[in-house]
Protein backbone atom coordinates (compact mmCIF):
# COMPACT_ATOMS: atom_id res chain seq x y z
CA UNK A 1 0.00 0.00 0.00
CA UNK A 2 3.00 2.33 0.69
CA UNK A 3 5.26 1.11 -2.19
CA UNK A 4 2.12 2.16 -4.53
CA UNK A 5 1.38 5.19 -2.36
CA UNK A 6 4.97 6.11 -2.88
CA UNK A 7 4.76 5.82 -6.48
CA UNK A 8 1.92 7.40 -7.38
CA UNK A 9 3.34 10.41 -5.58
CA UNK A 10 6.55 10.11 -8.14
CA UNK A 11 4.22 10.08 -10.99
CA UNK A 12 2.29 13.06 -10.21
CA UNK A 13 5.52 14.43 -8.88
CA UNK A 14 6.95 14.14 -12.62
CA UNK A 15 4.06 15.23 -14.15
CA UNK A 16 4.17 18.47 -11.86
CA UNK A 17 7.34 18.77 -13.32
CA UNK A 18 6.79 18.38 -16.93
CA UNK A 19 4.18 21.11 -16.44
CA UNK A 20 6.38 23.86 -15.36
CA UNK A 21 9.87 22.55 -17.05
CA UNK A 22 11.25 26.17 -17.46
CA UNK A 23 11.02 26.76 -13.98
CA UNK A 24 12.25 23.43 -12.79
CA UNK A 25 15.18 23.81 -15.46
CA UNK A 26 16.21 26.69 -14.09
CA UNK A 27 16.37 25.62 -10.48
CA UNK A 28 17.97 22.09 -11.41
CA UNK A 29 20.70 24.21 -13.13
CA UNK A 30 21.21 26.40 -9.97
CA UNK A 31 21.99 23.17 -8.24
CA UNK A 32 23.59 21.32 -10.49
CA UNK A 33 25.92 24.63 -10.22
CA UNK A 34 26.77 24.75 -6.65
CA UNK A 35 27.41 20.70 -6.79
CA UNK A 36 29.41 21.37 -9.70
CA UNK A 37 31.80 23.89 -7.37
CA UNK A 38 31.33 20.81 -4.51
CA UNK A 39 32.62 18.38 -6.50
CA UNK A 40 34.98 19.76 -9.43
CA UNK A 41 37.29 21.45 -6.62
CA UNK A 42 37.07 18.42 -4.39
CA UNK A 43 37.82 16.73 -7.06
CA UNK A 44 40.88 18.36 -8.06
CA UNK A 45 42.21 18.80 -4.75
CA UNK A 46 41.83 15.24 -4.10
CA UNK A 47 43.65 14.61 -7.31
CA UNK A 48 46.36 16.79 -6.21
CA UNK A 49 46.98 15.18 -2.78
CA UNK A 50 47.26 12.16 -4.16
CA UNK A 51 49.85 13.00 -6.50
CA UNK A 52 51.68 14.90 -3.70
CA UNK A 53 51.39 11.93 -1.48
CA UNK A 54 52.77 9.44 -4.27
CA UNK A 55 55.84 11.94 -5.17
CA UNK A 56 56.61 12.57 -1.72
CA UNK A 57 56.52 8.40 -0.96
CA UNK A 58 58.94 8.21 -3.23
CA UNK A 59 60.95 10.49 -1.63
CA UNK A 60 61.28 8.34 1.55
CA UNK A 61 59.80 9.58 4.38
CA UNK A 62 62.47 8.50 6.74
CA UNK A 63 65.01 11.25 5.43
CA UNK A 64 66.09 14.42 6.46
CA UNK A 65 68.60 17.11 4.86
CA UNK A 66 70.66 19.26 6.76
CA UNK A 67 71.00 22.62 5.24
CA UNK A 68 72.18 26.10 5.21
CA UNK A 69 68.90 27.24 6.22
CA UNK A 70 65.81 25.28 7.03
CA UNK A 71 63.76 24.28 4.11
CA UNK A 72 66.38 26.49 1.90
CA UNK A 73 64.59 29.66 2.97
CA UNK A 74 65.76 32.29 5.24
CA UNK A 75 63.74 33.52 8.09
CA UNK A 76 62.29 36.95 7.49
CA UNK A 77 60.26 37.55 10.21
CA UNK A 78 58.41 41.56 10.24
CA UNK A 79 60.35 42.56 13.34
CA UNK A 80 63.13 40.25 13.32
CA UNK A 81 66.75 40.74 11.89
CA UNK A 82 67.14 38.59 8.68
CA UNK A 83 68.84 35.29 10.08
CA UNK A 84 72.53 35.05 8.17
CA UNK A 85 73.42 30.99 8.91
CA UNK A 86 77.31 29.89 7.50
CA UNK A 87 77.37 27.63 4.47
CA UNK A 88 78.07 24.16 5.09
CA UNK A 89 81.56 23.70 3.88
CA UNK A 90 83.08 21.07 2.55
CA UNK A 91 85.49 20.00 6.27
CA UNK A 92 82.00 20.79 7.94
CA UNK A 93 80.25 18.23 6.04
CA UNK A 94 83.06 15.85 6.26
CA UNK A 95 83.77 15.85 10.06
CA UNK A 96 79.65 15.37 10.05
CA UNK A 97 79.56 12.66 8.45
CA UNK A 98 82.37 10.86 9.98
CA UNK A 99 80.99 12.09 13.20
CA UNK A 100 77.26 11.74 13.13
CA UNK A 101 77.41 6.86 13.49
CA UNK A 102 73.30 6.74 14.63
CA UNK A 103 72.84 2.61 13.60
CA UNK A 104 71.05 1.75 10.73
CA UNK A 105 71.84 5.36 8.92
CA UNK A 106 73.26 6.55 5.73
CA UNK A 107 74.41 9.98 5.76
CA UNK A 108 75.20 11.08 1.84
CA UNK A 109 76.73 14.36 0.69
CA UNK A 110 75.94 16.15 -2.42
CA UNK A 111 75.69 19.69 -3.70
CA UNK A 112 74.87 21.90 -7.17
CA UNK A 113 77.61 22.34 -9.08
CA UNK A 114 76.00 24.21 -12.08
CA UNK A 115 72.23 24.76 -12.83
CA UNK A 116 73.72 26.07 -16.29
CA UNK A 117 75.86 23.58 -17.84
CA UNK A 118 75.87 22.33 -21.50
CA UNK A 119 76.05 19.12 -22.20
CA UNK A 120 78.25 17.61 -25.74
CA UNK A 121 77.84 13.88 -26.90
CA UNK A 122 79.39 13.92 -30.52
CA UNK A 123 78.47 17.01 -32.52
CA UNK A 124 74.96 17.59 -30.46
CA UNK A 125 75.00 19.49 -27.83
CA UNK A 126 72.32 20.73 -25.11
CA UNK A 127 71.04 24.34 -24.41
CA UNK A 128 72.78 25.22 -21.34
CA UNK A 129 70.42 24.86 -18.99
CA UNK A 130 71.71 21.50 -17.23
CA UNK A 131 72.07 21.08 -13.81
CA UNK A 132 74.87 19.33 -12.72
CA UNK A 133 75.32 17.60 -8.71
CA UNK A 134 78.38 16.06 -7.15
CA UNK A 135 77.16 13.18 -5.57
CA UNK A 136 78.46 10.71 -3.18
CA UNK A 137 77.12 6.72 -3.65
CA UNK A 138 74.73 6.59 -1.07
CA UNK A 139 73.04 9.51 -2.91
CA UNK A 140 70.24 8.17 -5.61
CA UNK A 141 68.64 5.87 -2.60
CA UNK A 142 68.55 8.77 -0.04
CA UNK A 143 66.89 11.25 -2.79
CA UNK A 144 64.01 8.16 -3.29
CA UNK A 145 65.47 8.30 -7.05
CA UNK A 146 65.22 5.20 -8.97
CA UNK A 147 67.42 4.03 -11.84
CA UNK A 148 65.45 2.90 -15.33
CA UNK A 149 68.75 1.72 -17.26
CA UNK A 150 72.03 0.50 -16.08
CA UNK A 151 73.27 1.04 -12.66
CA UNK A 152 73.86 3.97 -9.52
CA UNK A 153 77.29 4.70 -8.47
CA UNK A 154 79.32 2.43 -6.39
CA UNK A 155 81.93 3.18 -2.99
CA UNK A 156 84.60 2.33 -5.98
CA UNK A 157 83.57 5.19 -8.51
CA UNK A 158 83.05 7.54 -5.71
CA UNK A 159 86.64 6.73 -3.56
CA UNK A 160 88.63 6.67 -6.94
CA UNK A 161 87.25 9.57 -8.58
CA UNK A 162 86.20 7.95 -12.20
CA UNK A 163 84.91 9.99 -14.95
CA UNK A 164 81.27 8.18 -14.51
CA UNK A 165 77.96 9.49 -14.80
CA UNK A 166 74.07 9.36 -14.04
CA UNK A 167 71.84 11.14 -16.22
CA UNK A 168 67.95 12.36 -16.12
CA UNK A 169 65.80 11.01 -18.24
CA UNK A 170 65.15 13.64 -20.55
CA UNK A 171 68.83 12.77 -22.26
CA UNK A 172 66.84 9.66 -23.79
CA UNK A 173 64.43 12.05 -25.41
CA UNK A 174 67.13 14.76 -26.10
CA UNK A 175 70.86 14.26 -26.54
CA UNK A 176 71.24 10.94 -26.35
CA UNK A 177 67.75 9.88 -28.51
CA UNK A 178 67.77 6.86 -30.70
CA UNK A 179 70.80 5.44 -28.94
CA UNK A 180 71.32 3.16 -26.04
CA UNK A 181 72.72 5.71 -23.48
CA UNK A 182 75.41 3.33 -21.15
CA UNK A 183 78.70 3.42 -21.50
CA UNK A 184 78.16 6.88 -23.84
CA UNK A 185 80.51 9.35 -23.69
CA UNK A 186 79.39 12.54 -23.18
CA UNK A 187 81.46 15.69 -22.36
CA UNK A 188 80.81 18.53 -19.86
CA UNK A 189 83.64 21.69 -19.59
CA UNK A 190 86.02 19.47 -22.15
CA UNK A 191 85.86 16.70 -19.34
CA UNK A 192 84.78 13.29 -20.77
CA UNK A 193 82.25 10.81 -18.37
CA UNK A 194 81.08 7.76 -19.24
CA UNK A 195 77.09 7.29 -18.87
CA UNK A 196 76.81 4.40 -16.64
CA UNK A 197 72.88 5.22 -15.65
CA UNK A 198 69.60 6.73 -16.58
CA UNK A 199 67.65 7.67 -13.70
CA UNK A 200 63.94 7.31 -13.60
CA UNK A 201 61.38 9.71 -14.94
CA UNK A 202 60.64 12.73 -12.14
CA UNK A 203 59.02 15.04 -14.04
CA UNK A 204 59.35 18.74 -12.57
CA UNK A 205 58.70 20.04 -9.00
CA UNK A 206 57.69 23.85 -8.89
CA UNK A 207 58.92 24.38 -12.15
CA UNK A 208 62.61 23.00 -11.85
CA UNK A 209 62.86 20.13 -14.14
CA UNK A 210 64.08 17.07 -11.89
CA UNK A 211 64.98 15.28 -15.39
CA UNK A 212 67.62 17.26 -16.93
CA UNK A 213 70.75 16.62 -14.35
CA UNK A 214 73.31 14.84 -14.59
CA UNK A 215 74.77 13.28 -11.57
CA UNK A 216 79.07 12.93 -10.84
CA UNK A 217 81.00 11.36 -8.01
CA UNK A 218 81.93 14.58 -5.86
CA UNK A 219 85.44 14.99 -5.43
CA UNK A 220 85.14 15.17 -9.41
CA UNK A 221 83.04 18.02 -9.52
CA UNK A 222 84.89 19.96 -6.65
CA UNK A 223 87.92 19.74 -9.20
CA UNK A 224 85.74 20.95 -12.26
CA UNK A 225 83.45 23.41 -10.67
CA UNK A 226 85.65 25.74 -8.40
CA UNK A 227 83.60 28.18 -7.18
CA UNK A 228 83.93 30.22 -3.73
CA UNK A 229 81.40 29.35 -1.26
CA UNK A 230 79.99 26.07 -2.33
CA UNK A 231 77.24 24.99 -0.04
CA UNK A 232 76.70 21.38 0.49
CA UNK A 233 73.73 19.47 1.45
CA UNK A 234 73.67 16.68 3.63
CA UNK A 235 70.95 13.87 3.67
CA UNK A 236 70.24 10.95 6.31
CA UNK A 237 68.34 8.23 5.69
CA UNK A 238 66.84 6.12 8.68
CA UNK A 239 66.49 2.18 8.42
CA UNK A 240 62.81 2.94 10.14
CA UNK A 241 60.35 5.74 10.45
CA UNK A 242 59.74 5.28 13.54
CA UNK A 243 63.47 6.12 14.64
CA UNK A 244 63.59 9.81 12.54
CA UNK A 245 63.08 11.95 15.91
CA UNK A 246 65.60 10.89 17.40
CA UNK A 247 67.67 10.19 14.76
CA UNK A 248 67.33 13.54 14.02
CA UNK A 249 67.69 14.72 17.30
CA UNK A 250 71.01 13.09 17.17
CA UNK A 251 71.95 15.02 14.40
CA UNK A 252 71.35 18.31 15.60
CA UNK A 253 73.97 17.71 18.86
CA UNK A 254 76.07 16.14 16.08
CA UNK A 255 76.23 19.23 13.74
CA UNK A 256 76.30 21.62 16.74
CA UNK A 257 79.68 19.72 17.79
CA UNK A 258 81.39 20.21 14.34
CA UNK A 259 79.93 23.86 14.60
CA UNK A 260 81.23 24.21 18.23
CA UNK A 261 78.16 26.18 19.53
CA UNK A 262 78.07 26.75 23.06
CA UNK A 263 74.74 25.78 24.60
CA UNK A 264 73.11 28.95 24.62
CA UNK A 265 73.44 29.44 21.22
CA UNK A 266 70.53 28.31 18.54
CA UNK A 267 71.15 26.39 15.65
CA UNK A 268 73.02 27.92 12.85
CA UNK A 269 71.63 25.72 9.88
CA UNK A 270 68.31 24.55 9.00
CA UNK A 271 66.95 20.74 9.40
CA UNK A 272 64.43 19.98 6.90
CA UNK A 273 62.42 16.46 6.97
CA UNK A 274 61.07 14.91 3.76
CA UNK A 275 57.55 14.83 5.37
CA UNK A 276 57.97 18.43 6.56
CA UNK A 277 57.39 19.45 2.59
CA UNK A 278 54.34 17.29 2.34
CA UNK A 279 52.65 18.23 5.26
CA UNK A 280 52.90 22.01 4.49
CA UNK A 281 51.57 21.75 0.87
CA UNK A 282 48.61 18.85 2.48
CA UNK A 283 47.82 22.02 4.49
CA UNK A 284 47.39 24.61 1.67
CA UNK A 285 45.10 21.93 0.08
CA UNK A 286 43.07 22.01 2.76
CA UNK A 287 42.02 25.88 2.75
CA UNK A 288 41.74 24.91 -1.16
CA UNK A 289 38.45 22.37 0.05
CA UNK A 290 37.25 24.96 2.40
CA UNK A 291 37.29 27.29 -0.22
CA UNK A 292 34.91 24.82 -2.51
CA UNK A 293 32.41 24.47 0.65
CA UNK A 294 32.16 28.16 1.09
CA UNK A 295 31.66 28.81 -2.56
CA UNK A 296 29.15 25.39 -2.76
CA UNK A 297 27.51 26.94 0.34
CA UNK A 298 26.42 30.38 -0.95
CA UNK A 299 25.54 28.86 -4.46
CA UNK A 300 23.29 26.45 -2.10
CA UNK A 301 21.94 28.60 -0.31
CA UNK A 302 20.63 30.23 -3.33
CA UNK A 303 19.27 27.23 -4.89
CA UNK A 304 17.34 26.61 -1.60
CA UNK A 305 15.60 29.98 -1.98
CA UNK A 306 14.75 29.45 -5.60
CA UNK A 307 13.98 25.92 -5.18
CA UNK A 308 11.56 26.82 -1.78
CA UNK A 309 10.27 29.30 -4.54
CA UNK A 310 9.57 27.40 -7.16
CA UNK A 311 7.13 25.09 -4.84
CA UNK A 312 5.11 28.42 -2.97
CA UNK A 313 4.66 29.38 -6.08
CA UNK A 314 3.44 25.46 -7.41
CA UNK A 315 1.41 25.56 -4.01
CA UNK A 316 -0.29 28.55 -4.87
CA UNK A 317 -1.09 27.91 -8.65
CA UNK A 318 -2.37 24.18 -7.89
CA UNK A 319 -4.65 25.58 -5.01
CA UNK A 320 -8.05 24.08 -6.46
CA UNK A 321 -5.89 20.80 -7.25
CA UNK A 322 -5.13 20.54 -3.34
CA UNK A 323 -9.21 21.55 -2.47
CA UNK A 324 -10.29 18.56 -5.13
CA UNK A 325 -7.94 16.06 -3.51
CA UNK A 326 -8.69 17.20 0.36
CA UNK A 327 -12.66 17.24 -0.96
CA UNK A 328 -12.22 13.72 -1.87
CA UNK A 329 -10.71 12.53 1.78
CA UNK A 330 -6.20 13.16 0.82
CA UNK A 331 -5.07 13.45 4.26
CA UNK A 332 -2.88 16.38 5.09
CA UNK A 333 0.26 14.33 5.39
CA UNK A 334 -0.53 12.72 1.96
CA UNK A 335 -0.55 16.34 0.23
CA UNK A 336 2.37 17.51 2.23
CA UNK A 337 4.17 14.21 1.27
CA UNK A 338 3.71 14.69 -2.47
CA UNK A 339 4.84 18.30 -2.40
CA UNK A 340 7.96 16.75 -0.25
CA UNK A 341 8.63 14.32 -3.06
CA UNK A 342 8.50 16.56 -5.79
CA UNK A 343 11.30 19.04 -4.37
CA UNK A 344 13.36 15.71 -3.57
CA UNK A 345 13.27 15.03 -6.90
CA UNK A 346 14.02 17.99 -8.58
CA UNK A 347 17.27 18.50 -5.79
CA UNK A 348 18.23 15.02 -6.75
CA UNK A 349 17.90 15.69 -10.18
CA UNK A 350 20.10 18.98 -9.56
CA UNK A 351 22.75 16.85 -7.59
CA UNK A 352 23.27 14.26 -10.03
CA UNK A 353 23.79 16.32 -12.74
CA UNK A 354 26.40 18.30 -10.63
CA UNK A 355 28.01 15.43 -9.79
CA UNK A 356 28.80 14.20 -13.40
CA UNK A 357 29.50 17.75 -14.34
CA UNK A 358 31.76 17.99 -11.43
CA UNK A 359 33.32 15.31 -11.40
CA UNK A 360 33.84 15.71 -15.43
CA UNK A 361 35.87 19.05 -14.75
CA UNK A 362 37.69 17.87 -11.65
CA UNK A 363 38.77 14.83 -14.04
CA UNK A 364 39.51 17.26 -17.19
CA UNK A 365 41.76 19.83 -14.53
CA UNK A 366 43.63 17.09 -13.18
CA UNK A 367 44.49 15.56 -16.32
CA UNK A 368 45.76 18.93 -17.64
CA UNK A 369 47.53 19.10 -14.48
CA UNK A 370 49.20 15.66 -14.39
CA UNK A 371 47.65 15.18 -11.18
CA UNK A 372 46.93 11.28 -10.72
CA UNK A 373 42.92 11.39 -10.81
CA UNK A 374 41.16 9.50 -8.32
CA UNK A 375 37.29 9.10 -7.92
CA UNK A 376 36.24 11.35 -5.10
CA UNK A 377 34.13 9.29 -2.98
CA UNK A 378 34.04 11.92 -0.23
CA UNK A 379 32.93 14.41 -2.84
CA UNK A 380 30.11 12.60 -4.21
CA UNK A 381 28.79 11.51 -0.97
CA UNK A 382 28.87 15.40 0.34
CA UNK A 383 26.90 16.25 -3.04
CA UNK A 384 24.55 13.43 -2.28
CA UNK A 385 24.18 14.78 1.24
CA UNK A 386 23.99 18.74 -0.06
CA UNK A 387 21.43 17.92 -2.61
CA UNK A 388 19.29 15.76 -0.17
CA UNK A 389 19.27 18.75 2.54
CA UNK A 390 18.49 21.62 -0.04
CA UNK A 391 15.46 19.60 -1.04
CA UNK A 392 14.18 18.90 2.78
CA UNK A 393 15.10 22.59 4.06
CA UNK A 394 13.02 23.91 0.63
CA UNK A 395 10.50 21.24 0.77
CA UNK A 396 9.13 21.66 4.28
CA UNK A 397 7.49 24.70 4.11
CA UNK A 398 5.75 24.74 0.82
CA UNK A 399 4.49 20.99 1.58
CA UNK A 400 3.53 22.28 4.99
CA UNK A 401 1.43 25.31 3.78
CA UNK A 402 -0.28 22.94 1.04
CA UNK A 403 -1.42 20.47 3.86
CA UNK A 404 -3.14 23.34 5.81
CA UNK A 405 -5.28 24.46 3.17
CA UNK A 406 -8.80 25.05 3.91
CA UNK A 407 -10.66 22.46 1.21
CA UNK A 408 -13.68 25.03 0.99
CA UNK A 409 -11.87 27.62 0.64
CA UNK A 410 -9.64 26.16 -1.97
CA UNK A 411 -11.95 24.95 -3.98
CA UNK A 412 -13.15 28.93 -4.27
CA UNK A 413 -10.05 29.50 -5.49
CA UNK A 414 -9.93 30.53 -9.17
Known amino acids: MMLKL????????FGSIKTQLLRTILTVLIIA??????????TVVTALENTISTNFASMGANTFNINQYENNLKNRGSNEREIVNPIISYPEAVAFKNKYKYPFSETSLSFTATKTAEVKYLDKKTDPEITILGVDEHFISNS??????????????????????????????GLLKDVNPIDKIISIRGARFKVIGVLKEKGSTFGNSQDLRVLIPIQVARSLFTAPNINYTLSVMVGKKEFLDEAIDNATSTMRRVRKLSPTRDNNFGIGRSDDLINRILGITKYLGWASWIISVITILGSSIALMNIMIVSVTERTREIGVRKALGAKKITIAVQFFIETLLIGQIGGLIGIIIGILLGFAIATAMSFAFVIPWVAIFA??????TVAIVSGLYPA???SKLDPIEALRYE
Open 6 to 13: FKENIRIA
Open 33 to 42: IGITALVGIL
Open 144 to 173: GLEISLGRSFNQFDIDNNTYSCVVGSDFEK
Open 383 to 388: AFATSF
Open 400 to 402: IKA
